[in-house]
């Protein structure tokens, strides 16, 4: 997960530090103290973000009697075997990159004018988050014999420092630049570098994520394993 202070907010820091570390953990009980179930993980993951979400309005209540209200944006991922949801709020975005193609999948919560101003975050109510899902490493009828990619596949989410400077094709290239057998901390370094080169004047946070890697790296068995269940998770 990436969560980025919004900066017209006061004490955005605080805030984005609280939702790490209480989403995080509603999201880990549930898929480890709970018998879970993939066709709920969808609206579990609704509820825990807007539990959180009170949790946070209810810890800094003094502070938002002061109007100093400590919004922050929301960007993360789950993966669970072949499934894999994304889910969002604010303008930090996820990104896949399959081969040589990069999509965003996060959808913007930014308004029309020419600041871009944010419509909705953390810190605020009532709250739309988005949540998706679909199948990274599958398609069609989501066998083990229809693998989804050919060479190059990442998932990656970031903050807006990153996609304020750095363009999509940029993080395309970066990414999966045959020339740069780099590891991808090296690569999100890179990005980084890039980032930095632009005299930005916000944070930037990226965490990306070798899918194909993972895949080269399972046995035939696990490669089986993976492609079950089939069905795939409601996402209503």
Not at 148 to 155: L, P, Q, R, T, V
Request: aromatic share 10%.
């Amino acid at each position: 997960m990436v969560c980025d202070g919004v900066s017209a907010s006061s004490h955005g820091e605080k805030g984005s530090t609280f939702v790490i570390r209480h989403l995080s953990s509603k999201i880990m009980n549930y898929l480890y103290t709970n018998n879970f179930q993939l066709q709920n993980v969808h609206e579990r993951l609704l509820k825990y973000i807007n539990e959180t979400n009170l949790e946070l309005l209810q810890e800094f209540k003094q502070e938002i009697e002061k109007e100093k209200v400590p919004k922050t944006t929301l960007v993360g991922v789950l993966v669970i075997g072949q499934w894999l949801w994304t889910f969002n709020i604010g303008d930090s975005r996820s990104f896949v990159i399959k081969d040589h193609l990069i999509s965003q999948i996060s959808v913007d919560d930014i308004g029309t004018g020419a600041t871009h101003e944010i419509t909705q975050a953390l810190g605020q109510v009532p709250l739309s988050p988005h949540v998706s899902v679909f199948n990274w490493a599958f398609e069609g009828d989501y066998t083990a014999e229809n693998i989804a990619f050919d060479h190059n596949y990442y998932f990656l989410i970031c903050s807006d420092g990153l996609t304020d400077k750095v363009s999509s094709e940029e993080i395309l290239k970066i990414l999966t630049d045959p020339n740069n057998d780099g590891s991808v901390q090296e690569k999100v370094e890179s990005l980084y570098i890039l980032t930095m080169e632009q005299k930005i004047d916000d944070n930037v946070s990226i965490i990306a994520v070798d899918l194909a890697q993972y895949f080269k790296n399972l046995s035939p068995i696990q490669i089986i394993k993976l492609s079950y269940p089939k069905r795939k998770p409601d996402n209503e």
